[in-house]
């Protein structure tokens, strides 16, 4: 009599083969590799850990919002509103830790790290509800706080600028345990989870699957509306955190300037990394090798003396390189 058979879960279309993992992710890891090289060759100072710092910083908050648009681009949608969640999250916590209810600071402090975070996380959901409930295009869906959003922060603080001093909840942006940027630490951290989520649970096959073949996907059994509403409201959880690493940094909430243009260049560290705009196909660790692409080109030009705007000029050109060679894959 044979031993038990091993039962394995089925692999849902659109649910990448770990060869196929690593084959997406060699493009990204020798472009990385050849920046790496010039700047050691050519760049003073390159190889030093004040550099290192300078672009692991700037690179966090956008890696951080960069993850939920995967999640989201991976189900064949896009988050246009992440820019202003940031804003109305780094809107809401100054108020809270600046007059804490009850009177209490540690209160306010407390309050402070989660309730914006989970407001964005709120109206994350309310994106994904006009996605499934209403079937709007997830473009128009989220366009709608894209727009809205940045003037719901100006309402909440009367158009004001925030400005504090408070070293417990700056920690988030300025601490240094150990030496090593406390928003670096988060930011690994976001990309390990949802790393895992991705490679190792039924949620990461399923987001896969409504990319793929969201009819399939349905006739298969997966909760195709769930799937999308939970990747909106991650989306909108990670938007809250990086607003408040943003505004920590700052010691100011200004909702004309948080998260601007943050939807960009979330977009652009997934389609560089190799997440494909149609869905189907996502990589975390893609989306991280793709903000440190373009966080690494960026400072080759400003390093050799070549303006921002040009830097801005690049940047498209090598999305839309990027989005070429994508288009056979599919």
């Keep these: 009599m044979s031993g038990p058979e091993t039962l394995r879960p089925p692999v849902l279309a659109g649910s990448p083969r770990p060869r196929q993992r690593h084959f997406e992710l060699l493009g990204p890891l020798l472009a990385l590799a050849a920046l790496l090289l010039f700047n050691a060759l050519f760049t003073p100072n390159f190889l030093s850990a004040q550099t290192l710092n300078v672009n692991l910083t700037q690179v966090a908050t956008t890696v951080i919002v960069a993850v939920g648009m995967t999640l989201v681009m991976a189900t064949g949608g896009i988050d246009l509103s992440v820019g202003a969640l940031m804003a109305i999250s780094g809107a809401l916590a100054p108020m809270l830790f600046l ?40 473009f128009i869906a989220t366009l709608v706080l894209f727009i809205a959003g940045r003037g719901i922060a100006q309402v909440v603080t009367n158009g004001q600028l925030q400005t504090f001093s408070n070293p417990a909840f700056q920690y988030i942006g300025l601490g240094r345990p150990l030496g090593i940027p406390f928003q670096v630490i988060l930011m690994i951290l976001v990309v390990a989870l949802f790393a895992w989520v991705m490679r190792r649970t039924v949620f990461g096959r399923q987001v896969l699957a409504v990319g793929g073949n969201e009819a399939a996907a349905r006739l298969a059994g ?53 997440t494909a705009l149609t869905g189907g196909r996502a990589t975390i660790l893609g989306t991280l090798l793709g903000a440190l692409i373009i966080q690494l080109i960026r400072y080759t030009l400003l390093a050799r003396g070549v303006p921002e705007a040009v830097a801005l000029i690049v940047k498209a050109v090598i999305i839309l390189v990027a989005v070429y060679i994508q288009r056979p894959r599919r």
């Excluded at 007059?99 to 994350?124: C, D, E, K, N």
């Excluded at 243009?261 to 977009?267: F, S």
Aim: charged residues 5%.
């Design 222 to 274: 997966v909760p195709v509306g769930r799937v999308k509403l939970a990747v909106y409201g991650i989306s909108g959880l990670l938007a809250g955190l990086a607003g408040l690493i943003v505004i920590a940094i700052n010691a100011s909430s200004d909702a004309n300037q948080v998260g601007l243009n943050m939807e960009l260049d979330a977009i652009a560290a997934a389609a560089v990394g190799g």
């Design 99 to 138: 007059h804490p209810p009850l009177g209490s600071p540690a209160l306010g402090l407390g309050l402070s790290f989660v309730v914006p975070v989970l407001v964005a996380g709120a109206f994350g959901l309310f994106n994904g509800a006009l996605v499934t409930r209403f079937s709007l295009q997830p």
